[in-house]
């Protein structure tokens, strides 16, 4: 039988990673963490004006707040801002501030005092850098306030975070702890490595200009990398929705599919190429800077022009690619799935799968790479859309299908070697190990 697992398993598992971790800051009591996520599970289960809670808490003493640490004086860097007085740390008052406290704009500042009472004691903002970060719409990584950051995500599910380090996730009655990479190692990473490199005569063409070897793979590696990040970035706002949604890629559009919007829509691959136009243009671009810094000449005015204009093309771009994202997104809001290419070209969407043969069994593997240890599970175990997700990947292995369920969960489904294998709670946030942490932790979390 099943284990259900509560807020004070979550609460044990945190006490006892924060005990072996290397944080500067007092380490919070067992108890302490017990009432934190009690309060914040039940504060998940209730809804405010019709909808849902979503808030973020970060367990901070504000009162060690040093304004010398390097960065803090940044004007896009977080600050502390206090009640008062400080408010009682209460399912109630959880309810009526998460209104005002956006989980993308700010946090909740909560710590406990001499009696190991907690409170909130403030708000902190400029938040929207730390979840740009996390989802990809940032590449500088932000400092980070606090001891832990709690972010309630769903109706029973907590996300605890050291940093930009998940430490466990309390998904209703489950405690995650590991996060399978499957877009850098095993069978998902490998399809989608293959699916995505182009030829070396298509990237000639492309870019209309005649590459060494060694610059195609070069290429390829970038292109690969954009994929893998529009693909996480796309389940990731899928998952904001909180209706679920899937997303099949594969390279037959018809076979056992009936798609009731066919579209074709390919800007999410046109926007990785200019993105990767952009960052060549500005390698080339550099050396020819450095040449004339070495001459000890002045940059040319064609040159210097050259350089904004390419510069501004980067920005367009990267923005083009967040654009074309939200709209492929925003295509699952529609009954069945959405149909894409290995380029994330758009096929179709309200997509539905004709094929009813389900697998006897599925394989749930914990770790990105297949292994005895991977769990058999009956296929009817599950819904309808992981239900025709497992019968069309069974018929068609040369594909690969994502599935968002309304709690947020996000699975990889895939043909391994004749076995339909599912990835739960896959790593699609932009998670960094932190130093704070051991490093063998890191192994066995990713």
């Known amino acids: 039988m099943a284990k259900h697992f509560t807020p004070n398993d979550l609460a044990f598992f945190v006490s006892r990673e924060l005990s072996r971790s290397r944080i500067k800051e007092k380490k919070p009591s067992e108890p302490i963490l017990r009432e934190l996520f009690n309060t914040l599970f039940y504060t998940s289960l209730q809804t405010e004006e019709g909808q849902f ?10 009162q060690s707040i040093d304004p010398l640490e390097e960065g803090m004086d940044r004007h896009d860097n977080w600050k502390f801002f206090p009640f008062e007085p400080a408010i009682e740390f209460s399912i109630k008052n959880l309810i009526k501030l998460s209104k005002a406290a ?21 708000m902190i903002d400029q938040t929207v850098h730390y979840q740009s970060f996390l989802n990809y719409e940032r590449e500088e990584k932000p400092l980070h306030p606090g001891i832990i950051q709690t972010m309630i995500n769903g109706i029973g599910i907590l996300n605890v975070m050291l940093d930009y380090h998940p430490i466990a996730t309390l998904n209703q009655h489950s405690l995650v702890k590991l996060y399978p990479n499957v877009f850098e190692h095993g069978p998902v990473s490998a399809f989608i490595q293959r699916k995505t490199a182009y030829s070396h005569q298509a990237l000639e063409k492309k870019f209309n200009s005649s590459l060494s070897p060694n610059e195609t793979e070069i290429f390829n590696d970038i292109i690969f990398e954009y994929v893998i990040q529009s693909i996480c ?10 209706h679920g949604g899937a997303l099949l890629i594969t ?44 001459k000890k000449g ?82 009817a175990h599950f819904g309808t859309r992981h239900q025709s997700m497992f019968a069309y990947c069974l018929k068609h292995p040369d594909s690969l299908g994502f599935v968002v369920s309304q709690d947020g969960e996000i699975r990889a489904i895939q043909s391994v070697n004749g076995k339909v294998m599912m990835w739960e709670n896959i790593k699609v946030y932009q998670f960094l190990t932190s130093n704070k942490m051991p490093k063998f932790i890191f192994r066995k979390r990713f």
């Open 53 to 62: 809670i979503k808030v973020t808490v970060t367990l901070l003493d504000h």
């Open 102 to 122: 956006d989980p993308w704009s700010s946090s909740l500042s909560v710590y406990y005092d001499e009696h190991n009472k907690l409170f909130i004691y403030g």
């Open 233 to 242: 970035r796309i389940l990731l706002k899928i998952k904001s929705y909180n």
């Open 251 to 294: 390279g037959d559009f018809e076979a056992d599919l009936s798609t009731k919007y066919k579209l074709q829509y390919d800007r999410v691959e046109s926007a990785i190429m200019n993105i990767l136009t952009a960052v060549t243009n500005k390698d080339l671009l550099a050396d020819e800077v450095a040449k004339m810094s070495k």
């Open 298 to 379: 002045l940059m040319t005015t064609e040159l210097y022009a050259t350089c904004e204009d390419n510069k501004q093309a980067g920005i367009d771009s990267h923005n083009e690619l967040i654009g074309a994202i939200r709209f492929v997104s925003s295509l699952s809001c529609v009954d069945g799935l959405v149909l894409l290419s290995p380029h994330l070209q758009i096929k179709g969407f309200g997509t539905v799968i004709t094929e009813k043969k389900l697998p006897e069994h599925v394989w749930v593997s914990k770790s990105s790479r297949p292994s005895q240890k991977s769990s058999r599970i009956d296929a």
